[in-house]
């Protein structure tokens, strides 16, 4: 089967999406289907485009086996709304265009961004070729959630041009639970909603024997219990309460250290609030290779995930999970919902209420009390064995060829 992919975030660029769809089409290949991929230039998150690569309109590689076709858009740093939907608008008319020139028996779009959608669906439309929707996120209802855009006009035509998507493609994968039960809600039929939640490469993550050495004489960290967050810095993850937690601790728990990995818009923001409250147990680092990922893992006591207080969020499984539990690290959480769900449900960690510093702070040290490491180490194992990226794929593969059938 030929299969084309649009989605606006591929490999090198490491963020969520681009390891879900890499890690989808890599398996479907091994399965034996012609898979090519639509994206754009690698620049995430900090609206840069990568070495070795230029933003033509046009260029071709071929990564074990993805045929991958990046096109041109408007590069924008990942902040500042308008200019990112630019960003979006300009991908989804250059996706569009080289979609047409590409074979293709179903077309998947993926979303956000939304715009990817609309490219899949003109696609789908001019192709006469059915296209399946994957949605990773309820948007725009995310996006006015962390304050990036107000109730508008505008919104409100988004809004209707996402119904319209989920009434015309032939299926729709989405990756939660609760994004399926939203979706129904909203009229669209049980039937024609699948669920692949996301999971992990455990052949890339897996338990490490001891700490970095090399990273933890870098890093002064010697002695040190570490908290770790790796990933986007985005409105949604309000890394900001982190950092207020971090300044009470400072003098009272001087063996904490927080160590914080990646880009995104508020990480300009959170630098200068770290300096306004002068935090020395708190190292804050650009974002890494994919393939070092690993290697700062290796580094921490406790996983830090966490988001925006919202109720959207209650519907969200972030990723962050499915790789710290691979590599056995307990995980300090703040999401209420279907994520709290499985990690209380697995016993991999402890969940804190969202944005509740003294709560925060309790189960801080309760998930650092010597012995809880060997309790939490069993319950990692069990969770990344049921949510294996490699059986994950298989399963979105089956739905493909299943929806062509019909």
């Not at 289907?33 to 071929?62: K, M, S």
């Not at 601790?249 to 250290?257: E, F, G, K, M, R």
């Amino acid at each position: 089967m030929k299969i084309l992919f649009l989605t606006d975030n591929f490999p090198p660029e490491v963020n969520a999406p681009a390891s879900r769809t890499y890690d989808h089409c890599r398996q479907w290949v091994r399965n034996g289907d012609d898979v090519t991929v639509i994206t754009c230039v690698p620049n995430f998150p900090q609206g840069r485009v990568y070495a070795g690569y230029h933003n033509r309109l046009w260029q071709r590689e071929n990564i074990e086996g993805i045929k991958v076709i990046r096109v041109w858009s408007y590069i924008v740093a990942n902040k500042g709304f308008l200019k990112r939907t630019l960003d979006y608008i300009s991908y989804s008319i250059t996706s569009f265009i080289a979609g047409l020139f590409v074979k293709a028996d179903v077309i998947i779009a993926t979303s956000p961004q939304f715009f990817t959608a609309l490219s899949g669906r003109a696609l789908s439309f001019w192709k006469r070729t059915p296209w399946i929707m994957e949605v990773r996120d309820l948007w725009p209802e995310s996006i006015k959630t962390v304050g990036a855009a107000k109730d508008s006009i505008i919104i409100r035509h988004f809004e209707w041009q996402e119904k319209r998507c989920y009434k015309s493609a032939k299926h729709i994968v989405v990756v939660t639970d609760s994004f399926k039960r939203k979706l129904c809600e909203r009229g669209i039929d049980e039937s024609k909603i699948s669920v692949v939640k996301n999971g992990v490469d455990r052949t890339l993550f897996s338990p490490a024997e001891r700490k970095d050495p090399e990273l933890m004489k870098q890093l002064h960290l010697d002695g040190k219990i570490v908290i770790g967050y790796i990933g986007t810095h985005g409105m949604a993850h309000k890394l900001d309460f982190i950092l207020k937690c971090a300044s009470t601790l400072q003098s009272t728990n001087p063996q904490y250290h927080f160590l914080f990995i990646g880009n995104g818009a508020e990480k300009e923001s959170l630098l200068k609030l770290k300096d306004e409250l002068r935090l020395k147990n708190v190292t804050m680092l650009d974002s890494v290779p994919k393939i070092e990922v690993k290697r700062y893992i290796s580094l921490l006591d406790v996983s830090l995930i966490n988001l925006k207080k919202s109720d959207l969020f209650t519907t969200v499984i972030p990723s962050k999970i499915f790789e710290n539990a691979a590599m056995e690290v307990p995980i300090l959480m703040g999401v209420n919902g279907e994520a709290r769900e499985i990690i209380e449900g697995y016993g991999a960690g402890i969940c804190f209420e969202p944005e509740n510093e003294p709560d925060f702070i309790e189960k801080l040290s309760i998930i650092c009390q010597p012995g809880n490491r060997d309790k939490f180490k069993l319950a990692s194992q069990r969770l990344a064995l049921d949510f294996d990226r490699s059986a994950l794929a298989d399963k979105l593969q089956t739905i493909i060829h299943d929806t062509t059938k019909r």
